[in-house]
């Protein structure tokens, strides 16, 4: 049907791109990792299960994963308690300024996210536009620390930065709800919570899926907004990654943390999408 | 004005419905901004009878089907039932269920727990919830479905789920939003048989959208015709095909020729064609139906009725009959029903009965 040369030319770039990009840099992630770092500072190409072991017995590192999880955990959680409300009333109640709202939420993904991060850190420091206004109000008379530089800092931050991601798809499921089954759920007797209960949250749980999946991954590698407003409390796992890579030169542990995380993100994505597709009835 | 107005007509239809009157719907009317959808519609639904609104897409059959499930507030006018005003009630409230043009059935939940929904919803106790599903499902015959989701059925089945489902909550009226119109020509007529004779089982109200004048026909005790927003025409099937109202009605519901002419002393005149009638004098409009002209016999032309001659211009076999289109020597345009035409038959000669032609309202008067 297509030429040869059609079909080489439409194959073979994306496919380049897919080996030089993604398959080279992970291949030789797994092979770093399964290497050592001499005292003079040179890269040990020989294997050794030694990385994955210091990343099980030395404490700072999985706990900072458990952190890092649990940070992302608290975004997801608070994400949706945003987002739903949100994208329902988007989707149900919206009306004619449907289209308007849904570029406010789209909008704020066009800004930088340096610059969001950095918001948070005027707003929350000590001399931050909060604390300002909670001692001119006289709610505090000092300064409130935790503020800024903590992992709530960090929890803020990101699920202001990504309850868009989880907006979107719980939008879209949202849409693909036929109305005439919100109809028919009224008219067999149910009230308007009764109906959300029954039928539209059960057909909104491939959306909620992949939001909450985009809120928990995209949180878990983030290492920005630790590095701005975490302090020392809220360093994530990709800090050390960051860490490893660069001033501490073990770019053999660094590799092995990055490729568990991959697995780690790799079998949630699965997951989700094994979910999603329990849910999904088309 | 030749004939009596329509809105008698209506009127006239409701009040030979009974007292048993179930729904009365009172001058509704609804407009989507400037767009009107209805227009002062009055119509009494009775007790355990099958009612057929039958029109054309955009006639607002739909939408006054909705009016009454409660999805659409009427602009004025009022519903009421059992003495109580139903327009005031949410959806939820009213003890009316529909069944929807696309069924509507749950995705995420089994045959069975769709049937099951509004009885759970009502926080009906469990066992009473199974045994009713139960019966409900048989009634239907899909009680080997009821592990089923509705994507693993087929259309027809879907189609008695959804029936099913509206019926386990013994409504008071059931509204019918054109369940058939997906189905195929076969499985369909099926329907309407089991349809109807479902409704005398078990004695409810059915209210019944349609656009296709046969179904409407073949399953209603009454047809409520609806023409951009108003009702042309609520009677009877038979007496609706024998007796109608307006040019438009003859001309919606099976074939006819409309015969426009002048009423002089008694005497009606069309071109050529006279006969007698009781109208007043002045312009007159009647309706003949096919079956009511019949070719003159070999027996000669039969004194009193009203004869002409003409060519067949189109004939159109339907088995036992034929429709042959038939232009008279005046130029006029006659649809007949006739059996054994011989092949090759150009000039017949034809007649019909004066009682036949039927006075009807011009229907674009009222436009």
């Known amino acids: 049907m297509f030429s040869r040369g059609y079909r080489l030319a439409v194959t073979v770039p994306p496919l380049a791109w897919v080996v030089l990009f993604l398959f080279v840099p992970y291949l030789l992630m797994f092979c770093y990792s399964f290497w050592s770092v001499s005292s003079s500072q040179t890269i040990v190409h020989s294997w050794t299960f030694d990385n994955y072991r ?20 608290r975004v997801m959680l608070f ?15 919206a009306g004619r300024c449907k289209d308007l709202y849904y570029q406010l939420v789209i909008i704020p993904l066009w800004v930088s996210y340096l610059v969001r991060a950095y918001a948070w850190k005027t707003i929350l420091g000590s001399d931050g536009v909060l604390n300002t206004l909670l001692q001119y109000v006289h709610l505090t008379s000092h300064p409130l620390e935790f503020l800024l530089y903590s992992p709530f800092a960090v929890v803020l931050t990101l699920t202001h930065i990504y309850t868009p991601f989880t907006i979107l798809p719980i939008y879209a499921s949202l849409e693909h709800i036929p109305r005439n089954l919100v109809e028919a759920s009224h008219d067999l007797g149910a009230s308007p919570f009764e109906t959300f209960w029954r039928v539209i949250l059960p057909l909104s749980i491939p959306g909620v899926i992949a939001g909450a999946t985009f809120a928990f991954v995209l949180s878990l590698g983030d290492f920005l907004a630790p590095l701005l407003l975490g302090g020392p409390s809220g360093v994530m796992i990709s800090n050390i990654v960051v860490s490893l890579f660069g001033a501490a030169y073990n770019w053999p542990l660094g590799a092995a943390i990055s490729l568990c995380m991959l697995v780690l993100v790799v079998t949630l994505l699965f997951l989700s999408e094994r979910i999603e597709k329990r849910w999904s009835f088309s | 004005m030749t004939v009596p107005a329509v809105s008698t007509t209506a009127a006239s239809g409701t009040a030979s419905s009974g007292a048993g009157g179930l729904l009365e719907i009172r001058h509704v009317a609804k407009s989507f901004g400037k767009n009107v959808v209805l227009r002062d519609v009055s119509l009494t639904v009775a007790e355990g009878e099958f009612l057929t609104i039958l029109g054309e897409s955009g006639s607002g059959k739909t939408t006054l089907l909705r009016i009454i499930a409660g999805f659409e507030n009427p602009t004025s006018g009022e519903l ?9 009630l949410p959806p939820y409230k009213r003890r009316v269920n529909t069944v929807f043009q696309n069924y509507a059935l749950f995705p995420h939940l089994t045959v069975e727990q769709n049937v099951a929904y509004g009885l759970r919803v009502a926080h009906r106790p469990e066992a009473e919830i199974s045994a009713r599903v139960e019966e409900a499902l048989a009634r239907v015959r899909m009680t080997s479905h009821a592990k089923a989701k509705p994507s693993k059925i087929s259309g027809g089945q879907q189609q008695r789920v959804a029936l099913a489902r509206a019926l386990v909550n013994q409504p008071r009226l059931l509204l019918l939003d054109e369940p058939l119109s997906a189905l195929d020509a076969n499985l369909r007529r099926q329907m309407q048989v089991e349809l109807k004779s479902l409704q005398r089982e078990v004695g409810i ?13 073949v399953m209603s005790d009454r047809i409520a015709l609806l023409r951009m927003g108003e009702l042309e025409q609520v009677a009877t099937p038979r007496e609706i095909y024998s007796r109608p109202a307006t040019a438009y009605v003859a001309q919606f519901i099976g074939h006819t020729t409309l015969l426009r002419g002048e009423v002089r002393q008694g005497q009606a005149r069309c071109q050529s064609l006279t006969w007698r009638s009781a109208l007043p004098n002045g312009g007159a409009l009647f309706s003949v139906r096919p079956e009511n002209i019949r070719l003159a016999g070999s027996s000669g032309p039969n004194p009193g009725a009203v004869h002409f001659r003409g060519r067949i211009r189109h004939r159109a076999f339907h088995g036992a009959t034929e429709l042959l289109q038939v232009e008279s020597t005046d130029g006029l345009m006659f649809s007949l029903r006739a059996i054994n035409v011989p092949d090759g038959a150009g000039e017949v000669d034809c007649e019909f009965d004066p009682a036949d032609a039927i006075p009807v309202q011009d229907s674009d008067e009222r436009v």
């Not at chain 1, 994400?79 to 109640?93: E, M, Q, W």
């Open chain 2, 80 to 88: 009421w039932m059992g003495g109580e005003r139903l327009d005031s």
């Open chain 1, 79 to 93: 994400s949706l308690l945003l987002g739903y409300p949100l994208a329902y009333f988007l989707s149900f109640h």
């Open chain 2, 205 to 217: 109200a059915f209210v019944f959208v349609t656009h296709d004048q046969e179904e409407a026909m």
């Open chain 1, 54 to 73: 210091q990343l099980v017995t030395v404490d700072v590192y999985w706990q900072t994963l458990l952190r890092s999880m649990w940070i992302a955990a």
